[in-house]
């Protein structure tokens, strides 16, 4: 397993947000959590990415226990997280913004890949001297991808990939992480989208409060009509 979290406690103050999730990634698979608002999922993305620190638990990351590694270092072993949010950096330029994610890895020439960005998203090179501020949303998930893939992660995270976006660019974007999964990444992508999120993932989680309700197939989570209705709002 490329990645395996165990017994992972995380809390703000009194409260706790994550009551000992385990999960797991394997090289080349698209790994989904899913789950309703205030359920845990930016919590755990945070805490696998060394953000947060668990009160309990472990995590290994590609051989290495990562348990107490903070961020910067988890980039470099190959975790990458496209915040809640994007993080984009509005003042900034795109390049100036793809150039933020090459740091960790010696600078966009060491890191190759710029050619690459720009070939999954054409849209980045034709406004690459634009501030990041005036692209669309959906623009702007693709710059922070890009940004994202330029540390050359092993395992890339996005923290609601969808959110905000127009379906067609939804479907998009889902079928990038096809192609980036058929090159041997993982990914980890937490999603409020369950329907396009089923199409394409591998495996599937659902967290509710912080506790791990179900974990299987999209299939077999499709087949689990009271979880759908309950906690994902499907009918
Ligand atoms: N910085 C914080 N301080 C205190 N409590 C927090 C903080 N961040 C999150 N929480 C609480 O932890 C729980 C899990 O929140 P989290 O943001 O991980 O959920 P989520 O599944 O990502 O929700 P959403 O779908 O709304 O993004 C919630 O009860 C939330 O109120
Ligand atoms: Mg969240």
Do not use: C
Request: proline share 3%; charged share 20%.
């Amino acid at each position: 397993m490329l990645l395996q979290a165990e017994g992972l406690r995380v809390g703000y103050g009194e409260m706790m947000a994550l009551h000992g999730i385990s999960l797991q990634a394997g090289a080349g698979e698209i790994v989904a959590v899913l789950g309703a608002n205030g359920a845990g999922k930016t919590t755990l993305l945070r805490t696998l990415s060394g953000l947060l620190s668990a009160r309990a638990g472990r995590i290994s990351f590609d051989g290495h226990d990562v348990s107490r590694r903070p961020a910067h270092q988890l980039v470099r072993l190959g975790i990458s997280h496209v915040p809640e949010g994007r993080g984009v950096l509005a003042e900034l330029t795109v390049i100036e913004n793809l150039q933020l994610g090459a740091y960790a890895r010696g600078g966009v020439r060491k890191s190759g890949g710029l050619d690459r960005v720009f070939e999954l998203f054409p849209v980045l090179a034709e406004r690459r001297d634009q501030p990041a501020g005036m692209l669309s949303g959906g623009e702007q998930q693709m710059l922070a991808i890009g940004r994202s893939l330029l540390a050359r992660p092993k395992l890339l995270m996005i923290d609601e990939l969808s959110l905000g976006l127009a379906p067609r660019i939804v479907h998009q974007l889902m079928d990038l992480m096809h192609t980036i999964k058929t090159e041997g990444l993982s990914v980890l992508l937490v999603e409020q989208n369950v329907h396009q999120t089923l199409k394409v993932a591998d495996r599937v989680y659902l967290l509710v409060n912080g506790h791990i309700a179900f974990q299987g197939t999209p299939d077999a989570l499709r087949a689990e009509g009271d979880l759908m209705r309950t906690y994902l709002g499907t009918d």
